[in-house]
């Protein structure tokens, strides 16, 4: 059965301090790989696609990285304002659907 | 920037009432799909549409529920018969090709008392 796994559920870092986000995924054939934020009460906010193992994108404070089992989502010197809920989503082969994770809720303090 | 807009933010229903949520997709998108989120739990995928058609449908996704675009511009999701148990932000998506990102609009939240 195709199925993603994340972690931790909820990560409380400094602001500027460093961390990553886990995503395991069991899947027959994978098509993509999606990381999404979600704020409370909003749909979720599209940042990145991985299409195949090796594959890295970034965008800002966020870098996301793929293998043929997981994914990391690295955060940088994170902001207060990238206090969310992050999160990963696969679709597999022949399939319209995506498959999401139960997602990380991340807390930046100052 | 393109936005998938969802109409209304909340609705409140008596269990047993029919419901139509609205989605009006990002211009040049072709695919659509309705997804929803129970409180506290994981986005679920209910229905894909393509070409006027639905393309994938999930368990979730019974006979109470339809979707269609009426007008060639909006689409929409009904519930008929609605359950307690349908309660839920219900989120409309929609891409360009059926492999990529979906763009999410800010959801509908549907109570049934």
């Known amino acids: 059965e195709d199925q993603v796994t994340q972690s931790p559920e909820a990560l409380r870092l400094q602001e500027g301090e460093s961390s990553s986000l886990n995503c395991s995924y069991t899947?027959?054939?994978?098509?993509?790989l999606f990381w999404y934020r979600q704020d409370p009460g909003k749909g979720p906010e599209f940042l990145f696609t991985?299409?195949?193992a090796g594959e890295e994108k970034e965008k800002e404070r966020l870098k996301a990285t793929l293998t043929k089992k997981e994914s990391f989502l690295h955060i940088t010197a994170p902001k207060p304002e990238d206090s969310a809920t992050y999160l990963c989503?696969?679709?597999?082969?022949?399939?319209?659907?995506?498959?999401f994770g139960t997602g990380t809720r991340l807390q930046v303090f100052p | 920037e393109p936005e998938v807009t969802q109409t209304p933010s909340h609705q409140v229903t008596q269990m047993g009432q029919e419901v139509i949520l609205r989605c009006v997709p990002i211009?040049?998108?072709?695919?659509f799909y309705w997804y929803r989120q129970i409180l506290g739990q994981k986005v679920e995928f209910l229905v894909s549409?393509?070409?006027?058609?639905?393309?994938?449908k999930s368990e979730i996704f019974d006979d109470r529920f339809s979707v269609e675009r009426p007008d060639g511009s909006n689409f929409t999701l009904k519930i008929r018969s609605t359950k307690l148990e349908d309660s839920a932000m219900y989120f409309c998506?929609?891409?360009?090709?059926?492999?990529?990102?979906?763009?999410f609009g800010q959801g509908t939240r549907l109570t049934v008392v």
């Open positions: 989503a696969v679709q597999p082969y022949n399939t319209d659907k995506l498959i």
């Open positions: 899947v027959s054939g994978l098509r993509g």
């Open positions: 991985l299409y195949s």
């Open positions: 211009s040049n998108h072709l695919y």
């Open positions: 549409f393509y070409n006027n058609e639905i393309s994938e």
């Open positions: 998506a929609t891409g360009q090709t059926e492999v990529g990102e979906a763009f």
